[in-house]
């Protein structure tokens, strides 16, 4: 910053005065402010900044342990045509103090803005953008889709009109080039005169009717010194026909060599850039599909009981806890638990599963998704902006709206793109000016009018954006969802998956395998004394037990003096008795000699089961083990990955035997078993030094090793600390999601890097032939209408590449559940 700004902002987390001490402190020992204080009863900061900026602010308070409330919008915005549309529009934006980040996305139209809460407002955000010229409005609600307006059919019109007022020019100018005898029927007819005098009729119309939009935008933009594409189409066609009607009306001022009209460039090329346009809006419309087709699954109304009755209401009006009636074939409203009933639910829209999901009471239901045959009643858990259907269509327009690393060099090259163009045209103007052959002036103005045309960077501004924006609507439609557009990069560079056991590898529900009691202990006895002591546990591992008790049919006594001994296991008294349950080291400390089932405990950690000693009253009463089963896709999932040359590992906080167990059986070579949540972040750290890693994991304890990679995959069935520490969920707890999400990634870059290459190569390729450069040699030099016709072409190009990834088909097909 070259002056001094003031920035008042909301901080996070303080609870007393040493709180607004520290983060005070920290304030003013950052560099580049003049002053900073701090507000405990506000809950704000005021710093004034000499040199730092917003982002300084938000690291300074982050590692201080007080973070800067922060604050998105987006914002719709017109008129944007081209690459240094959107880099003209993040520059403008990012200069604004108290701006964090702004990315522009061209094949969307919008910007989206990260600012330090209190700043700003959304209206001077949107001055900013209309400062440069530009309209914007921002968007109320970015957690539903809202319709788009129809942008196709005014595209659609402008080029119709244009080219029913070119056809004539096209056809009296050029057509005597095609069919000689239709260049001397006009001269004995109407005249040659009266000929160039109806192109300067209908090229004016054509340049003030539907092409009024190169110069209302184009011109004001080029006296601001920051021309765009309009700006390049504008001088373009405004040199073809002014001199043009210079030659009609003022024939004098030229040599008589020079005296030649160009009405049908000027026209041609606006009807061509017109037909590109028309033809973006339709191939851009195709891109957002995937969200249209998300936001069309949402219910509109839904069937609830009120006051004893049920009545239909808006969706909108369903509010949590109320309870819902769903009949056969309907979509499910609002996501719920069920109370009553059973019927199958087709859920394939969201998760991406093949076949309908079995529902019964306590089963989830989610927003969107398709019932059966059978009648459901359902508690609502889930409204609004709170459905897993609002929150998968938030992360894929958030995934859509980002801007990738290799969009930086994009970027940086456009900013200085379009006014290069204009200097080479100048450069060649006057080269052909001194140097060209007769006529001079007419060559020189060919040339001109080229590179202008040719060089508009529009392929370049689509050629990312667009690839995003189909490449996560697919993913989605997979059940992939990118919570982070910039996971799409980071996953094609992964070199080591490494993957959580529990949940993640397995099933995350553990069941009781084994049961075998001592001399003198009645198998029923002991199960009912174990369950009825893990009935206070909430572990999975309790859970498996008490599920066992209950499928026997037996009934469980409330025990007392219930402990949970961190390490080792659970002790209670049940009917009187000491109930201890728990590892070798429970035995060891409370003295009790468990040497008989030893050897059966290690070979059921040898299989991958978790064993626990069982003792009563002081004695060694039997051995219990619990298995938690492999998922169908896991097996599948780590061969698809090895295959794809990627090393699997496995990173859990489970014994070392039973994970070893587990992943021989799936073939991972690379264990780190017994590892604390803190662990696993460096374990994952560990496996970064051989390059970026990806972490699959569901659970809280899993939170900072998903943080901690390069690309964090949650699992959706998993807890929502996880999901919000990972860049890319799994809406289901398939496995094959991981391949999937890897497989999109892949598709995704080699379809940017086509269109990169496309564009770049396009424009190097073709501005030196536009130039003339190839003239001297080989007789070369490029047509205006030829270049105008390319240029659209390119765009068009782009946009059809990347529509390819609509019909990318899963790399792992989904294991359909029972």
């Known amino acids: 910053m070259s002056h001094s700004a003031q920035l008042r902002f909301e901080i996070d987390g303080m609870s007393c005065a040493g709180c607004a001490g520290r983060a005070e402190r920290a304030l003013q020992a950052m560099p580049g402010q003049s ?73 969307n139209a919008t910007a989206t803005v990260t600012f330090l809460r209190g700043t700003i407002e959304a209206r001077d955000l949107v001055a900013v953008v209309e400062g440069v010229g530009y309209p914007a409005t921002p968007r109320a609600d ?111 001022l030229l040599p008589a060599a020079a005296r030649n009209v160009y009405f049908e460039a000027a026209a041609v090329i606006i009807t061509l850039i017109l037909l590109g346009r028309w033809l973006e809006a339709r191939a851009k419309g195709r891109t957002g599909d995937a969200i249209r087709k998300l936001a069309g699954l949402q219910a509109n109304t839904a069937r609830v009981e009120r006051a004893g009755e049920v009545v239909e209401i808006a969706v909108e009006d369903v509010v949590v806890g109320d309870i819902l009636h769903l009949r056969p074939g309907e979509k499910v409203a609002v996501d719920g638990l069920v109370l009553t009933g059973k019927s199958h639910i087709n859920e394939s829209m969201i998760s991406g599963e093949p076949l309908p999901v079995s529902k019964g009471v306590d089963s989830k239901v989610i927003a969107g998704t398709v019932n059966g045959t059978g009648a459901l009643t359902y508690r609502a858990t889930g409204v609004g902006r709170d ?83 189909v490449g996560t609507g697919r993913a989605a439609e997979m059940g992939v969802l990118f919570r982070k557009g ?51 546990s909430e572990h999975p591992i309790a859970h498996a037990i008490e599920r066992a008790a209950h499928a026997k049919g037996i009934a469980l006594s409330t025990p007392s003096d219930f402990n949970a001994i961190e390490g080792h296991g659970v002790t209670a008294k049940v009917d009187g008795h000491l109930v201890l349950i728990g590892n070798p080291r429970l035995m060891v400390r409370e003295g009790i000699d468990f040497t008989d089932m030893s050897a059966l405990a290690q070979t059921s950690a040898g299989k991958g089961e978790t064993p626990f000693f069982v003792a009563i009253n002081g004695k060694l009463a039997g051995l219990i083990s619990v298995a938690d089963p492999i998922k169908p896709s896991a097996r599948d999932a780590i061969v698809r990955l090895k295959e794809a040359g990627i090393q699997v590992a496995m990173i859990t906080g489970d014994n070392a035997t039973t994970a070893a167990a587990i992943a021989s059986d799936l073939g991972i070579e690379q264990v780190q078993a017994d590892v ?18 990806a972490f699959v994991g569901d659970g809280i304890n899993d939170a900072p090793a998903l943080a901690k990679a390069d690309t964090g995959i949650a699992i959706g069935t998993g807890t929502d600390v996880a999901i919000e520490s990972a860049d890319v969920v799994l809406v289901s707890g398939d496995l094959a999601g991981v391949v999937n999400a890897l497989d999109i990634s892949i598709s995704t870059m080699k379809n940017i890097r086509q269109n990169l290459f496309w564009a770049f190569v396009y424009n190097i390729a073709l501005i030196p032939v536009a130039a003339g450069l190839f003239y001297p040699l080989l007789g070369w030099q490029l047509s205006p209408m030829l270049g105008a016709g390319a240029m659209a072409l390119s765009s068009v190009f782009v946009l059809t590449n990347a529509l390819r990834l609509r019909h990318v088909s899963p790399a792992m097909p989904m294991t359909p559940q029972e």
């Open 35 to 107: 002053d900073a204080s701090v507000n405990l009863a506000a809950e704000t900061g005021f710093v004034t900044l000499t040199s730092a900026k917003a982002v300084d602010i938000r690291q300074t308070l982050k590692t201080a342990g007080y973070p800067a409330r922060e604050e998105s919008v987006v914002l719709d915005i017109a008129d944007m045509s081209c690459a240094s549309c959107v880099a003209r529009i993040e520059n403008a934006l990012s200069k604004v103090s108290g701006v964090i980040e702004a990315h522009v996305n061209l094949a």
């Open 142 to 252: 970015t957690a539903t889709s809202a319709p788009e307006p129809d942008k196709v059919t005014p595209a659609r019109n402008r080029f119709l009109i244009a080219a029913l007022l070119t056809l004539p020019v096209f056809i009296l100018e050029m057509g005597g080039h095609i069919f000689p005898p239709f260049h001397h029927w006009v001269g004995r007819t109407i005249g040659f005169e009266t000929s160039w005098i109806l192109q300067f009729a209908l090229t004016t119309l054509v340049m003030i009717w539907p092409g009024r939009g190169f110069f209302t935008k184009g011109i004001p933009l080029l006296l601001r010194r920051t021309p765009d594409m309009n700006s390049l189409v504008a001088l373009g066609s405004l040199a073809a026909w002014g001199y043009s009607t210079v030659t009609l009306f003022a024939p004098a």
């Open 387 to 469: 459905t897993m259907l609002a929150r998968i269509i938030s992360m894929v327009e958030q995934a859509q709206g980002a801007k990738l690393p290799v969009q930086s060099l994009v970027d940086r090259i456009v900013l200085i793109f379009v006014p290069a163009v204009i200097a080479i045209a100048v450069l060649a103007t006057f080269a052909w000016l001194f140097f060209g052959p007769d006529p001079k002036l007419a060559h020189a103005l060919v040339a001109g009018v080229s590179v202008l045309i040719i060089a508009c960077p529009c392929a370049m501004g689509l050629a990312t954006p667009t690839s995003i924006m």
């Open 486 to 536: 910039e996971a799409l990069q980071q996953l094609d560079e992964v070199t080591t998956v490494t993957f959580d056991k529990t949940g993640t590898l397995t099933e995350g529900r553990p069941e009781l395998v084994v049961l075998e009691t001592c001399a003198g202990f009645e198998e029923d006895n002991v199960l009912r004394m174990a369950a009825s002591v893990e009935s206070q």
């Open 676 to 693: 604390l949540p803190e662990g696993k972040a460096a374990a994952v750290a560990k496996f970064q030094t051989q390059g970026p890693v």
